[in-house]
């Protein structure tokens, strides 16, 4: 039940945003998505349990890998974050130069 209502919410969302459209599958975009899934597959093997175990439990019990794991994520998040501002103002400023 929950997943027809998941299901139902993304079509929704698709066709109120008007970006609903059926795109053919290709071989690369086959293959690197098959090779993303191997990635967070892998990523999932290196640090036991969720998000909620680390926080919950494992940093709680001072856990060096929590710990680690938990850095590494805030420090990932910050720098897309960082690199996310720089690729935007960099896109304002050079369509603030052009007119």
Known sequence: MIWANANDGAFTGGLTARRFVSTPVTLSRLARCFASGVLMGWGSLLIPGGNDGLILV???????????????????????????RMVSGGVAERAGQQS
């Open 58 to 84: 494992g940093m709680p019990l001072l856990f060096a890998y929590a710990w680690v794991a938990m850095a590494s994520m805030a420090l990932a998040i910050g720098g897309a974050m960082i690199g996310a």
